[in-house]
């Protein structure tokens, strides 16, 4: 029986539903479930939970994870990304580097971030995302994230390259537009990559091609096994009494 979890770079363009579907179909399992979606635009590291290791989910759920994004700045689009349509644009100031960090420097520790409507969050049963592309706006309680590091990669005239350390719940397209937001501007993620969740190691990560490669030829899966999603927590060992 099948029972572990893969790491899937999901590739650009695929939903995180439709990549696990994918994966589910390809290995005939009954059961798999990915941890924490990533938008059709982002790529990198999805884990799925495969088997009975989809008991393990919510444990996976709990780790920080890793983003590398681009934040183009001057415009804001209806979805925080690139694409939803255009609806502001402003001027960019001249960025001085050091200016820019000791803004991104504001963002770090626990703080409160109010989900975008284009979310899977749920409203009575119904994902804000749909409200969203019904032209219904819903106000949405903040809720608690937290940034462990928000690093600088690249400036240029009107975009920056950043990487972030977050925990559970943090929604990068917000972030994006909240640090736009304090330089003074507005923006949105035209790009997105998830390089890590812990504990796993990006190494351990495989592409669809990979997979379907490996399982034409017969090839062993290259599976994380169930506990390293749980090694956080306290060991407990039981006799046969």
Do not use: N
């Amino acid at each position: 029986m099948t029972c572990g979890i893969l790491l899937l770079d999901k590739p650009l363009g695929l939903s995180s539903s439709g990549a696990t579907q994918r994966v589910r179909r390809l290995l005939r399992l009954d059961k798999a479930g990915h941890v924490g979606s990533l938008d059709p635009l982002a790529t990198g590291m999805l884990p799925i939970c495969l088997g009975e290791a989809t008991k393990l989910a919510g444990e996976v759920l709990e780790g920080p994870k890793t983003y590398s994004f681009r934040i183009a700045l001057g415009t804001r689009t209806a979805t925080g990304d690139t694409e939803g349509e255009v609806v502001e644009t402003r001027g960019v100031p001249s960025l001085e580097r050091g200016a820019v960090l000791d803004v991104l420097a504001g963002f770090l520790g626990d703080s409160l971030q109010v989900p975008p409507m284009y979310s899977a969050l749920k409203r009575d049963g119904r994902p804000l995302y749909e409200l969203a592309r019904a032209g219904v706006t819903v106000e949405r309680a903040a809720r608690p994230i937290r940034i462990d590091a928000l690093e600088l990669v690249e400036l240029g005239p009107d975009w920056m390259d950043c990487r972030v350390v977050c925990g559970k719940g943090t929604y990068v397209r917000t972030l994006a537009e909240d640090i736009a937001g304090v330089l003074g501007t507005v923006g949105h993620v035209a790009r997105l990559r998830r390089d890590a969740v812990q504990p796993f190691d990006p190494a351990g990560m495989t592409t669809l091609a990979q997979l379907e490669s490996d399982h034409a030829a017969g090839r062993p899966l290259a599976l994380i096994p169930p506990d390293r999603a749980v090694g956080h927590l306290a060991e407990v060992q039981l006799d046969a009494g």
